[in-house]
């Protein structure tokens, strides 16, 4: 039986990557090292890992710095948090605004290169609410 399920991001630098998610999103490291952090949120039990991709446990030809991955974290309001990620300079990737498919969020981009998807749900339009199973 499944017990957990979480991603492990690659990032060159594990400590800044690290940061990144415990200063803008409050999540806490459960354990640490120099090449690997595992991060929950104390709110939600939301968990995701930060990983030297040269650390010696990765096979071989993998070793590279996550791309191609969006994490996503759902929040009560995303404009307050855009509004502090951009004083914060964190760097934008898409700017604030609302998704017919009933969300609106902003995408930054952490210190690995990783792309965070800040969202807060908001009423779908009647053409994507039919899309969205009732029993979920």
């Given at each position: 039986?499944?017990?957990?399920?979480?991603?492990v991001?690659?990032a060159g630098d594990?400590?800044?990557?690290a940061?990144?998610?415990?200063?803008?999103?409050?999540?806490?490291?459960?354990?640490?090292?120099?090449w690997?952090?595992?991060?929950?949120h104390?709110?939600t039990?939301?968990?995701?890992?930060?990983l030297?991709?040269?650390?010696?446990?990765?096979?071989?030809?993998?070793?590279?710095?996550?791309?191609?991955v969006?994490?996503?974290?759902?929040?009560?309001d995303?404009d307050?948090v855009?509004?502090?990620l951009?004083?914060a300079?964190?760097?934008?990737?898409?700017?604030?605004?609302?998704?017919?498919?009933?969300?609106?969020?902003i995408?930054v981009?952490d210190?690995?290169g990783?792309l965070?998807?800040?969202?807060?749900e908001?009423?779908?339009?009647?053409?994507?609410?039919?899309?969205?199973r009732?029993d979920?």
């Open positions: 039986m499944l017990r957990s399920s979480y991603p991001l690659c594990v400590a800044a990557s940061e990144f998610y415990r200063e803008h999103f409050g999540f806490e490291a459960t354990f640490e090292s120099d690997y952090v595992s991060l929950r104390p709110a039990s939301s968990e995701l890992a930060i030297d991709p040269t650390h010696e446990s990765m096979p071989a030809g993998y070793g590279t710095v996550a791309r191609g969006l994490v996503n974290l759902e929040l009560d995303v307050a855009a509004a502090r951009e004083a300079g964190v760097p934008v990737v898409q700017s604030l605004r609302s998704e017919p498919f009933g969300q609106r969020h995408i981009r210190p690995g990783v965070v998807d800040v969202i807060t908001i009423a779908p339009s009647p053409e994507f609410l039919a899309a969205f009732r979920a």
